[in-house]
C-alpha cells in the first residue's frame, strides 16, 4: 500500500500525461515530471510538480514511474535504453507504463525489472482526452496482482473502471481489442453522419434521433459534436490510432485472426496521413468521406 509521503515520477505530458499527471498531484502526491519538450509540463510546474532534467534523473528519485508516450520504439528507448528507467530506477520502487503499446515489449520490460526486482504494469487507456482531463479513464492492466493491488489507489486517480486482465502483455492485448472495436465504430459515426449531410439532412437533427437509439455509442456520442461544429483537435491523435491499428493488424496476423474491419479502417486513415492530418482527432475521418 503507497502513503502519501512518496514521490510520483511522470514521464510524458502530452495531451493524455499532462491531464493524468495533473489528477495525481490533486490527489496529494509530490509528482517529477519529464517531458521532451519541457513547454508542454510547464502548466503542471506551475501547479506544483517538479521539473527533473532527464529519465535518469527522475528514475532514480522516483518510487512510482508513470510512463505515457507515443510509439514502442519511445517505450524501448525510456526503458531500456543505458540512460533510460530500468537502469536508474530505485530497487524494489514500481512502474506502470500507460502507452499503447506492444505486448511482446511490455513482458521484456516486465522481464527485466523482475531481475532487479522493480514491479511493473502494463496499463494502456481508453477515454480520450476528456476522460484524462475528468479522471474517469478505463485502465486495462497487465501484471502480477500483488503491484496491481499496491497501485490501485494510485490508478483510481486516473480512472474509474480499473481491471486486472492477466499477467505482463494482458492489459495492451486488452487495448488492442478496445481499439479494434472503436476502428469499426468510428468509421460508423463518420459514415453515418456523411450520409445524414449528404441526404439533406440537419445532422444536429439526426444525432437527437440515434444518439439514444440502437446506434448509441460512446464514439457517437462524443465525437459527433466535435464533427458538427467542424472541432478536429485530436482527442487521440490520428498518427497514434494508426500505430495502435498496425501492432493490432501485427498481433492478429501472429495468431491467424482476419482482421478486415481495422485494415480497412488503418487504410482510410493512412489516406489522411498522406494528406499531412496526422495531428489531428480521430473524428477528421469524416473529412474523408466529404471530399
Same mark, same amino acid.
Given at each position: 500500500m503507497l502513503n502519501k509521503n512518496i514521490k510520483i515520477g511522470f514521464i510524458g505530458t502530452g495531451v493524455m500525461g499532462a491531464s493524468m499527471a495533473s489528477n495525481i498531484l490533486k490527489g496529494g502526491y509530490e !509528482?517529477?515530471?519529464? /517531458?521532451? #519538450?519541457?513547454?508542454?509540463?510547464?502548466?503542471?510546474?506551475?501547479?506544483?510538480?517538479?521539473?527533473?532534467?532527464?529519465?535518469?534523473?527522475?528514475?532514480?528519485a522516483s518510487d512510482v514511474i508513470i510512463t505515457i508516450v507515443g510509439y514502442p520504439?519511445?517505450?524501448?528507448?525510456?526503458y531500456l535504453s543505458e540512460n533510460g528507467i530500468l537502469n536508474n530506477a530505485k530497487e524494489n520502487s514500481y512502474i506502470i507504463d500507460m502507452t499503447t503499446s506492444k505486448?511482446?515489449?511490455?513482458?521484456?520490460?516486465?522481464?527485466?525489472?523482475?531481475?532487479k526486482n522493480i514491479y511493473v504494469l502494463d496499463a494502456p487507456?481508453?477515454?480520450?482526452? !476528456?476522460?484524462?482531463? /475528468?479522471? #474517469?479513464?478505463s485502465i486495462m492492466v497487465g501484471g502480477d496482482s500483488t503491484a496491481f493491488n499496491d497501485l490501485k489507489p494510485l490508478l483510481e486517480l486516473m480512472g474509474e473502471n480499473i481491471v486486472l486482465q492477466g499477467p505482463s502483455g494482458a492489459g495492451q492485448h486488452t487495448k488492442l481489442s478496445n481499439?479494434?472495436?472503436?476502428?469499426?465504430?468510428?468509421?460508423?459515426?463518420?459514415?453515418a453522419l456523411s450520409y445524414a449531410k449528404k441526404s439533406g439532412l440537419n445532422i444536429e437533427n439526426v444525432l437527437k434521433s440515434i444518439g439514444s437509439g440502437g446506434a448509441a455509442s460512446w464514439q457517437l456520442n462524443a465525437y459527433a459534436p466535435r464533427i458538427i461544429k467542424g472541432d478536429y483537435a485530436p482527442g487521440f491523435y490520428i498518427k497514434h490510432f494508426v500505430k495502435d491499428l498496425g501492432i493490432a493488424i501485427e498481433e492478429a496476423?501472429?495468431?491467424?485472426?482476419?482482421?478486415?474491419?481495422?485494415?480497412?479502417?488503418?487504410?482510410?486513415?493512412d489516406k489522411l496521413i498522406q494528406q499531412g492530418k496526422e495531428d489531428l482527432g480521430t473524428q477528421a475521418l469524416y473529412q474523408l468521406y466529404l471530399d
Open positions: !509528482v517529477l515530471v519529464y /517531458n521532451r #519538450t519541457k513547454e508542454k509540463a510547464m502548466d503542471l510546474i506551475k501547479n506544483g510538480a517538479k521539473w527533473m532534467d532527464s529519465i535518469a534523473e527522475l528514475s532514480s520504439k519511445d517505450v524501448e528507448e525510456v505486448p511482446s515489449l511490455a513482458k521484456k520490460i516486465y522481464e527485466v525489472a523482475n531481475a487507456v481508453s477515454g480520450g482526452d !476528456v476522460g484524462a482531463k /475528468n479522471g #474517469t479513464l481499439q479494434i472495436a472503436i476502428a469499426g465504430s468510428i468509421m460508423g459515426v463518420c459514415e496476423n501472429s495468431i491467424g485472426l482476419e482482421t478486415p474491419t481495422i485494415n480497412l479502417c488503418k487504410s482510410l486513415y
